[in-house]
């Protein structure tokens, strides 16, 4: 009776142990993007994406289980000058009917710090575009905010606040490969600044 009792304890007190918890980064305030950079000789392309939805699971006292998928609807990449935003958008660029969505997997945390309310790690995971999915990392900045989804969306719940900036190339995902580098760099430069949100009713 002695040694059942402390494990009837221990077994309830797993039972009981925190989940991690559900963040919708589907933004009803439209805020959530996507910034890209291709810096090229003669041409510096600067765009936006802002179609973004995905789920991420975190739990605050657990942050290496971290799992989830971020999307962006291609269809949503912009740029200002509207020639240029339709050759993107073409069958010889980003074929956005044919590939209607770009996507990063997160299947771990690596290297996890915290700093503040901000844990930093490496995220390692699946990038998608155009259907040819590479490994990739990238240092990640993730902000758990307990109880401040209110204050951005009106209504009671959490908010989980992801900032990343990393670097594909083009050529990895059969972009155009080596085609055309004197305007449209290989190298892209994407900044993601998303939040998540995990209502509490």
Avoid: C
Avoid at 174 to 192: C, F, T, Y
Wanted: net charge positive.
């Amino acid at each position: 009776m002695q040694n059942i009792i402390p494990t009837l304890f221990l077994l309830s007190g797993l039972a009981l142990s925190a989940e991690p918890t559900k963040f919708d980064f589907k933004d009803p305030k439209e805020i959530n993007n996507v910034i890209f950079q291709m810096d090229a000789p003669l041409e510096s392309i600067n765009g936006s994406g802002d179609a973004i939805s995905g789920t991420v699971y975190f739990d605050p006292e657990n942050p290496s289980a971290t799992k989830g998928t971020i999307v962006l609807e291609s269809s949503s990449l912009h740029v200002g000058n509207p020639v240029l935003k339709e050759h993107i958008h073409g069958s010889d660029w980003m074929d956005v009917k044919k590939y209607p969505s770009i996507s990063f997997k997160l299947t771990k945390l690596e290297n996890i710090r915290k700093k503040g309310i901000e844990v930093l790690a490496d995220a390692k995971g699946k990038m998608t575009i155009r259907n040819v999915t590479i490994e990739m990392n990238a240092p990640i900045r993730i902000t758990y905010l307990k109880g401040l989804l209110e204050k951005r969306n009106r209504i009671p719940g959490d908010l989980l606040v992801i900032r990343s900036k990393f670097v594909v190339k083009r050529d990895d995902f059969g972009i155009r490969p080596g085609e055309k580098l004197e305007k449209v760099a290989n190298q892209i430069e994407i900044s993601l600044n998303v939040a998540g949100a995990a209502p509490t009713n």
